[in-house]
């Protein structure tokens, strides 16, 4: 669902840690992630069946959850069997509902780790498409107590202990960077805004002097419009 | 267990327990049907989760409330029967009426049940609020926002029940319980069929930077990019009349009676209500955490 506005992935990046990591993850190859898609969402089904049976009314529609650093996204479907998930580059051109939004605020929002609707409102993911089906994503993920992290590393088998410190030293370094590069963001566009102010200030001020010179130029026709009616009364 | 009781939403079991484990005195609930005013897809409880919940909260010492709120369907009250059944049969603490009908149905055939009078049934007097009290035996009414302290003062002086206020949430002074407006354009409404500006008519469109929030087709709000977004309903619509655009029905603003908790209690309110059944998990663990600790902030102070 490629919106008639622009790309939404494009329209509200900011600088973040994983903006980088996106860019250079561009030429590596999907089939890794979607091995482990697979996986992971055998393991979400299985595991959270109460979740499974709220998203019935929403069986068979196709969710694009495009994450703004990376140039894939990932397609999801519920059915009862369980969830097809692919990470492709050529999603579904009839997608119910697109999310598109900073990977990590959508794994928070998935985790419950934050409040969806406070992304949303506060601007800092987009969707579009059927806000019924949305919400009763929403509503049926928000209600158990899903830890993506665990279904992640549960797939990394022998190694799940060690991925799953990795992964959590990985999400603590985000947040961090996530902090310091706000701070490159301020600093970037302070400047600008500053810039944008003082326009808007010098903008206001023309317009003042516009309407004053415009109500002096009123007030000189009509003197004119007198004195020429005088005039005309003389000559007569 | 405080001396002033705080009422915590719960949508979902997940969000039970969350505000169960963040200091809630009491949770509401609705089952996953018509018959709350919080019909939303994917939300609620089933009879099953229901009995979880309670046993849940029970065994933390929290109560569970169950909302049955909405207006039973001329003709079939089948639904809203079995949910009364099942509210008694689970042991529920109290359960949320509106419906002068169901009122005598719960008081007769449940007389052990104790009963909360519902903000849709809008009883804002004290005439009406002892008339339900005195027929049905209701134990507590849950007034309306557009009440304010001094009136609440007023009514509580003159009503031999509990009081409860909302104390944080969306600012709806409309006179709740009957509000109709979101019928006009979805011909849905929240007395009927438990939904204000229902999800299935609600539609969001990006056009560059602005954000256009509808409702059934209509625009209720234009968002420049700097500015936060709301939910389409008709009431907080921002719309062009005599050539300015502004909010004409009400300002966008939440409620929050943090700051007045001490005149509420010193006005006799026993409870204080947390507004939002379909927030997420996040949100009730974080008001829910902040309400608590104002609440205790204010009884160590011996308020």
């Given at each position: 669902m490629q919106s008639e506005f622009g790309n939404p992935r494009v329209n509200g990046a900011r600088f973040n840690p994983l903006l980088f990591a996106g860019l250079l993850s561009r030429?590596?190859?999907?089939r890794p992630v979607n091995f482990a898609l697979e996986k992971i969402c055998t393991r979400l089904a299985r595991n959270h069946p109460q979740v499974l049976e709220r998203l019935e009314p929403i069986f068979g529609q196709v969710f694009i959850i495009s994450p703004?650093?990376?140039?894939r996204v990932f397609q999801v479907r519920f059915h009862g069997d369980g969830i097809d998930a692919i990470y492709t580059?050529?999603?579904?051109?009839?997608?119910d509902v697109m999310i598109c939004g900073p990977l990590m605020s959508l794994i928070d929002m998935l985790d419950g780790k934050q409040d969806g609707d406070a992304l949303f409102f506060n601007r800092l993911i987009t969707v579009e498409g059927n806000t019924e089906s949305l919400l009763t994503l929403r509503n049926a993920l928000d209600s158990d107590d899903i830890d993506l992290m665990a279904e992640i590393t549960?797939?990394?088998?022998?190694?799940k202990k060690i991925s799953r410190r990795v992964l959590e030293k990985g999400r603590s370094a985000y947040h961090t960077a996530e902090q310091d590069m706000e701070v490159v963001n301020t600093a970037l566009l302070n400047p600008l805004l500053k810039r944008v102010a003082s326009l808007e200030q010098e903008n206001l001020a023309l317009k003042s002097r516009l309407k004053g010179a415009e109500k002096n130029l009123e007030r000189l026709q009509r003197r004119l419009s007198s004195l020429d009616k005088k005039t005309r009364g003389l000559k007569s | 267990m405080s001396d002033y009781e705080l009422v915590c939403p719960a949508g979902t079991p997940a969000a039970l327990r969350v505000a169960t484990e963040a200091g809630a005195d009491a949770v509401y609930v609705g089952l996953?049907?018509?018959?709350?005013?919080?019909?939303?897809?994917?939300?609620n409880f089933s009879v099953k989760e229901l009995q979880q919940g309670i046993e849940y909260a029970h065994e933390r010492g929290t109560k569970v409330f169950l909302a049955v709120n909405t207006y039973a369907r001329a003709g079939n009250n089948k639904v809203w029967v079995e949910a009364i059944d099942n509210a008694a049969r689970l042991g529920v603490d109290a359960l949320i009426l509106a419906d002068i009908g169901l009122l005598d149905y719960a008081a007769n055939k449940h007389p052990d049940l104790r009963l909360h009078l519902s903000?849709?049934?809008?009883?804002?007097n004290p005439a009406s609020i002892n008339f339900y009290a005195r027929k049905?035996?209701?134990?507590?009414v849950v007034l309306?926002?557009?009440?304010?302290v001094s009136e609440i003062k007023a009514i509580n002086a003159q009503i031999d029940v509990e009081s409860e206020v909302f104390a944080?949430?969306?600012?709806?002074?409309?006179a709740e319980g009957r509000c109709s407006l979101s019928s006009y354009l979805t011909g849905q409404s929240p007395n009927m069929?438990?939904?204000?500006?229902p999800a299935s008519h609600v539609s969001y469109e990006q056009r560059g930077p602005i954000l256009s929030t509808k409702l059934a087709g209509l625009t209720i709000n234009n968002f420049e990019e700097h500015e936060n977004a709301g939910y389409p309903t008709l009431c907080k619509g921002r719309f062009c009349a005599n050539e300015k655009t502004g909010y004409l029905f009400e300002e966008p603003t939440s409620l929050n009676i943090a700051k007045i908790l001490p005149e509420l209690i010193a006005a006799g309110v026993t409870a204080f209500k947390i507004e939002?059944?379909?927030?997420?998990k996040a949100y009730i663990g974080q008001i829910v955490s902040s309400f608590r600790e104002a609440v205790n902030q204010i009884e160590s102070a011996g308020t």
């Open positions: 030429p590596l190859p999907a703004q650093e990376f140039d580059k050529t999603p579904c051109e009839e997608a549960a797939t990394f088998g022998p190694l | 996953r049907d018509e018959t709350n005013a919080r019909n939303f897809p994917g939300l903000v849709q049934a809008s009883a804002s049905f035996g209701v134990k507590r309306p926002r557009v009440l304010t944080f949430g969306g600012m709806c002074p409309m069929n438990g939904v204000c500006s939002g059944r379909q927030r997420s």
